[in-house]
């Protein structure tokens, strides 16, 4: 089983009209505008497509992509990005796409489902665990992003862990960073702290990330983080996870090619 996982796209436009100085857009362009992240998904389109090249040459059995497509979920950015991610439908296996805080990034944005409208073609995960079998293994998704009211309130739902807590999980949210210590507070999961608690006491379960913008793999117990990292970033990054009699490991790629290969064993 190899799965492509690529996330935190970001293509990127300002708002076209006034009214974005009145949602959590306000917070958004200031950011793009004069912290630096404009800059930095400058080149968001090229290197998504890049990365789609990459992808499709190593001819994966599913490609997840993670989420936050846009930066501001405005129309134009999902357009953009649907046009960059579109080649991966040809290659005739399992495209499945979760949303991101981004692409939720308004109450608006949120109603009119503009992430699930322009992903309609691809599997889309909503609001419940959904498992999906791959290559024969089954792998479970969960849609963990929300629209929130505050400037400052980027943080996810609040998720309800199985009875059983799943080997093998791909969501937008991080549950660690790379220092294996929690996210920021308005950044992470609400709830974060219990669900990171569970996981990490738990029978062992693998958590395939985005939202963090770094390519990491992490420990912390029997939890496993692996973070795509940003494919719109400065490096291009993705990762391909494959499972070889039994054994799950990582390869990090970005735009100079692959990486290096974690094991990190339950």
């Not at 505008?33 to 059995?61: C, K, N, S, T, W």
């Not at 996810?156 to 791909?170: D, E, N």
């Not at 702290?193 to 569970?198: G, K, P, V």
Request: aromatic letters at 8%; a positive charge; one cysteine or more.
């Amino acid at each position: 089983m190899r799965i492509a996982h690529l996330t935190d796209l970001h293509i990127t436009k300002l708002p076209p009209s006034l009214t974005g100085l009145f949602d959590r857009r306000l917070s958004g362009s200031i950011n793009l505008r004069f912290l630096g992240r404009g800059e930095r998904y400058r080149h968001a389109a090229e290197r998504g497509h890049f990365a789609v090249q990459q992808i499709m040459a190593e001819a994966p059995d599913a490609v997840v992509f993670g989420g936050d497509a846009t930066s501001l979920s405005e129309p134009e950015e999902f357009s953009i990005a649907v046009e960059v991610l579109s080649p991966l439908l040809s290659m005739g296996v399992p495209c499945i796409a979760l949303a991101g805080n981004h692409d939720r990034y308004t109450l608006r944005a949120e109603r009119e489902q503009r992430f699930e409208k322009a992903f309609s073609d691809w599997r889309l995960i909503q609001n419940n665990w959904e498992k999906i079998e791959i290559a024969g293994q089954a792998i479970d998704f969960i849609d963990t992003a929300q629209a929130n009211r505050m400037i400052w309130d980027s943080r996810g739902k609040s998720l309800k862990i199985p009875s059983r807590p799943p080997a093998l999980v791909f969501a937008h949210y991080a549950v660690i960073d790379h220092r294996a210590a929690p996210d920021r507070k308005w950044h992470a999961l609400r709830d974060e702290s219990a669900l990171r608690t569970t996981l990490r006491d738990g029978p062992g379960t693998t958590w395939c990330c985005g939202h963090l913008h770094r390519s990491f793999a992490a420990r912390a117990g029997a939890l496993i983080q692996y973070c795509a990292g940003s494919v719109g970033g400065p490096k291009g990054h993705w990762q391909m996870l494959e499972m070889t009699n039994g054994e799950l490991r990582r390869r990090a790629w970005n735009k100079e090619g692959p990486g290096r290969i974690s094991k990190l064993h339950q």
